[in-house]
């Protein structure tokens, strides 16, 4: 790990630091994402696993991965990621214009070691991560991520971070995603009108509200399972 950029104590009074990860760390990496894979009984539907090859693409300088370090093992871990591919561009499923492509970075996966949740690792790292990226010469204006339906604790984190449902759609091989945008230098709160929600397994209305125009912006839960809070910023 590179030079500590956060430190702090979970439960218990376990004390972590979070740092970049570096190159010589990846089998670390590919240990934590063994296990989190394994714990995760719904596979590819909820959790898409990045391939060794990205990981070391990151690693190279195509952006950033930190990792947090608890009881002399790497426990969670968080990418920033120049897009690896043109096709399949999240900014295309955003609605940005194609010139806008090269201005976009991805929030890509975040893991935490089963034994480690709770303790708000996801938001840490989501917060030391941007404050990374704005301390470098970058040339990205947007940030986007992708997010499964029910995967609660990713689609917290992205809410928390002021992120935006632009789009529902089917990704990475025919598996529903949420597609997140944030303007990186907008704020985290608007104010927002003509509001409405939906269940969260309704996706035809989500898509509906989404082709007129709406944005996601927060959910809740209800006796019935969680809504998707769609509106409008006001300008």
């Not at 195509?62 to 043109?86: D, I, T």
């Not at 935490?112 to 709770?118: L, N």
């Not at 809410?159 to 025919?174: C, D, R, W």
Request: a neutral charge; glycine letters at 10%.
């Amino acid at each position: 790990m590179d030079q500590i950029i956060g430190q702090g104590e979970l439960a218990g009074g376990i004390p972590y630091t979070i740092g970049q990860l570096t190159m010589e760390e990846l089998p670390k990496i590919a240990r934590l994402q063994e296990e989190v894979v394994r714990a995760n009984g719904r596979g590819k539907e909820t959790l898409q696993p990045l391939p060794m090859e990205e990981y070391r693409y990151v690693l190279e300088g195509n952006g950033l991965l930190l990792g947090v370090y608890a009881e002399n093992q790497l426990v969670g871990l968080r990418a920033l990621m120049v897009p690896y591919k043109k096709e399949g561009h999240l900014g295309l499923d955003a609605g940005l214009p194609k010139e806008e492509l090269d201005k976009v970075i991805y929030q890509d996966i975040t893991m935490v070691h089963p034994a480690y949740r709770g303790n708000r690792l996801q938001q840490k790292l989501a917060v030391l991560i941007m404050e990374e990226l704005a301390k470098r010469e970058h040339r990205f204006t947007y940030v986007c991520s992708t997010v499964a339906p029910n995967n609660i604790p990713s689609l917290k984190d992205k809410f928390f971070q002021g992120m935006e449902i632009a789009a529902l759609k089917k990704k990475y091989g025919g598996y529903w995603r949420y597609i997140f945008i944030k303007g990186i230098t907008e704020p985290t709160e608007k104010t927002w009108t003509s509001i409405r929600s939906a269940p969260m397994s309704d996706f035809a209305t989500q898509q509906q509200y989404l082709e007129e125009g709406f944005r996601g912006f927060a959910m809740e839960q209800t006796e019935d399972g969680y809504r998707v809070i769609y509106g409008k910023a006001q300008a």
